[in-house]
T-cell receptor
Framework: EPEVTQTPSHQVTQMGQEVILRCVPI?????FYWYRQILGQKVEFLVS????????KSEIFDDQFSVERPDGSNFTLKIRSTKLEDSAMYFC?????????????FGPGTRLTVT | AQKITQTQPGMFVQEKEAVTLDCTYD???????LFWYKQPSSGEMIFLIY??????QNATEGRYSLNFQKARKSANLVISASQLGDSAMYFC???????????FGTGTSLTVIP
């Protein structure tokens, strides 16, 4: 069964460094999402992406964040200058189409630890 | 105001019994979708069930059913015949048709007791 993959599974970085989190959505999916989940807390929407552009972003998704689909398969989240509070699990998700049931397939997540 | 509210931080249920996990939502969009996801201790997010705001019948998927009460803005998840493998965190979520954005609740931790 096709699945969303994410790399790396765990990233440790120093405060102020740039990180790039990578995702490979399911191949025939058109809508892509990034979420974060601080340990033990709820899943928070960061950004949605369709047709090579951002369709929605939350207030969390400030100028330090950017997303890109550099080729036909990868979907990346970049954090330019990491802060301690960016430590969280980051999930990528994709959906096949923009119609119900909007079933999202989530990747296994990347645990980001900022020290 | 919170878009999704889950008021039960933790729930316990006896194996083979049914359990209801509560979810209320807030939106002014007439068209929206409601979702439930399961997050086991391993961390992955697993889609369980979807209910559209215009769906006349409550959604069902195997042992999962969604008790949709539109006037009360509630979308409770009912798990019948609980199994030990149902022990996990459960998140309610909503997507408003006008926006390609999903809102999640704070989750309910379900523990199934043998």
């Amino acid at each position: 069964e096709p699945e969303v993959t994410q790399t790396p599974s765990h990233q440790v970085t120093q405060m102020g460094q740039e990180v790039i989190l990578r995702c490979v959505p399911i191949s025939n999916h058109l809508y892509f999402y990034w979420y974060r989940q601080i340990l033990g807390q709820k899943v928070e929407f960061l950004v949605s992406f369709y047709n090579n552009e951002i369709s929605e972003k939350s207030e969390i998704f400030d100028d330090q964040f950017s997303v890109e689909r550099p080729d036909g398969s990868n979907f990346t989240l970049k954090i330019r200058s990491t802060k301690l509070e960016d430590s969280a699990m980051y999930f990528c998700a994709s959906t096949r189409r923009g119609a119900p049931p909007y079933e999202q397939y989530f990747g296994p997540g990347t645990r980001l630890t900022v020290t | 105001a919170q878009k999704i509210t889950q008021t039960q931080p933790g729930m316990f249920v006896q194996e083979k019994e049914a359990v209801t996990l509560d979810c209320t939502y807030d939106t002014s969009d007439p068209s929206y979708g409601l979702f439930w996801y399961k997050q086991p201790s391993s961390g992955e997010m697993i889609f369980l069930i979807y209910q559209g705001s215009y769906d006349q019948q409550n959604a069902t998927e195997g042992r999962y059913s969604l008790n949709f009460q539109k006037a009360r803005k509630s979308a409770n998840l009912v798990i019948s015949a609980s199994q030990l493998g149902d022990s996990a965190m459960y998140f309610c979520a909503m997507r408003e048709e006008a926006r390609n954005q999903f809102y999640f609740g704070t989750g309910t931790s379900l523990t199934v007791i043998p």
